[in-house]
């Protein structure tokens, strides 16, 4: 069954990613970027998400990569892809430049979209602060 359709439970490992019940994450690095992403593509086709709209190809995906090197900000944005309910995200060390981290999350979820779009930590960060 697709991933979509059929989302893992928490603590279940799938086809070499995790699930905490939301969030599907799992790791493609290829031989280059390229071809990684071709890998994530790939793999949502499958699982239920080929009508998620996506980057046309890595130099588009590119762009979407934070111009920042700074930790604390990569903490807070997401640097990488992101259309519900899927984010395809550059890792925080430069180094593995042939790596992509996906993340699909879990569309039945009650809060899915305040989760996803990380209304409610933003909130509670705001309440901290004040």
């Known amino acids: 069954m697709a991933l979509r359709k059929d989302f893992p439970s928490e603590g279940t490992e799938y086809v070499g990613g995790e699930s905490d019940g939301y969030e599907y994450r ?40 934070l111009p920042t090197r700074n930790r604390q900000i990569l903490l807070f944005e997401d640097n990488g892809y992101v259309h519900n309910p ?22 039945s979820d009650p809060e899915h979209l305040l989760k996803f779009h990380r209304v409610l930590e933003r909130r509670r960060q705001e309440e901290e602060n004040s």
């Open 26 to 65: 799992t790791v493609f690095a290829g031989s280059n970027l390229e071809h990684s992403y071709e890998m994530v593509r790939q793999f949502l086709r499958e699982e239920g998400y080929s009508d998620v709209p996506l980057p046309r190809n890595a130099d588009e995906l590119k762009l979407f990569r």
């Open 86 to 107: 899927i984010k395809i995200l550059f890792p925080i060390d430069r180094r593995k430049k042939t790596t992509l981290i996906l993340c699909v999350y879990n569309e």
